[in-house]
């Protein structure tokens, strides 16, 4: 079910495109007009209660597609809506997307080596489960595609929540429903020297998703010598996605230290 809601990052002008009620997931696929062969899929937030589809998928295309970068953005389950093993809906949903864009990357011209991630807030928790869960056995084979690996090639994870154990004992900004108690899903304990890139994005005001969630990921990364890159900015608070922050805004340049960086991945 669409709804329309003001801007999570407290700008009255704007208002985001909100979805609830999945009942099956959905991948939108965005391509440039000159692709380079690199993908992202992009995941959005929403505290595993809806999905903010406009601001951290569509807007993410948006940004992202200029540079030739073709952009698959995720409507996934949520885990508070009646499914089975409710805990792994969504993490069932990231990994067959991610298989199902492998199978078809001649499709869509892109290189399968070179498909990332890129999270926000919950759905920065969804892509960090997939960084470090892709491998795991959360639902059964479906047809060929589910040979493909669904291991990101680089992870972007924005203001993201990484470990909702500590959420849960700060309160604030906890996600909702019965995310809340599944403790396997700590990203930070689970990072090993095979776990791909990472990229960070916090701002140290952030209201909702404390910055201690992306410091926590980014020492896990440096102990693990895994490749990792954060940017912290002083100010903009939670939910400014790819667009929704102001055009002479710090935090507005994220999106092209990203795609700096993936380019730096070979």
């Not at 996934?76 to 492998?102: C, F, H, K, S, T």
Request: glycine residues 10%.
């Amino acid at each position: 079910m669409p709804t329309y809601a003001p801007s999570m990052n407290g700008r009255p002008d704007l208002r985001e495109l909100w979805l609830r009620g999945v009942s099956d997931p959905v991948v939108g696929v965005f391509r440039p007009a000159r692709p380079n062969g690199t993908a992202i899929l992009s995941i959005p937030g929403g505290g595993y209660g809806f999905v903010s589809i406009e601001n951290e998928g569509i807007d993410v295309a948006k940004a992202l597609n200029p540079a030739g970068i073709t952009v698959f953005a995720l409507v996934y389950r949520l885990p508070g809506e009646g499914w089975d093993n409710q805990q792994d809906v969504p993490l069932q949903d990231a990994q067959r997307a991610m298989r199902l864009i492998r199978a078809n990357a001649a499709r869509y011209g892109i290189d399968p080596a070179k498909l990332g991630i890129c999270g926000f807030s919950a759905g920065g928790h969804l892509a960090g489960s997939l960084t470090v869960a892709h491998d795991d056995p959360v639902y059964a084979p479906i047809d060929a595609a589910d040979r493909q690996s669904a291991r990101p090639a680089f992870s972007g994870l924005v203001y993201p929540v990484t470990n909702i154990a500590a959420m849960d004992r700060g309160g604030a900004g906890r996600p909702d429903g019965p995310m809340t108690v599944y403790r396997r899903y700590n990203i930070p304990a689970r990072v090993t020297a095979q776990t791909p890139p990472v990229f960070l994005a916090h701002s140290v005001d952030d209201p909702v998703v404390p910055l201690d969630q992306s410091l926590e990921m980014l020492a896990a990364c440096r102990r693990a010598k895994v490749p990792v890159e954060a940017h912290l900015f002083e100010r903009g608070g939670h939910g400014w996605g790819a667009l929704h922050s102001p055009i002479d805004s710090p935090q507005r340049l994220w999106t092209d230290l990203f795609r700096r960086w993936i380019g730096e991945r070979g």
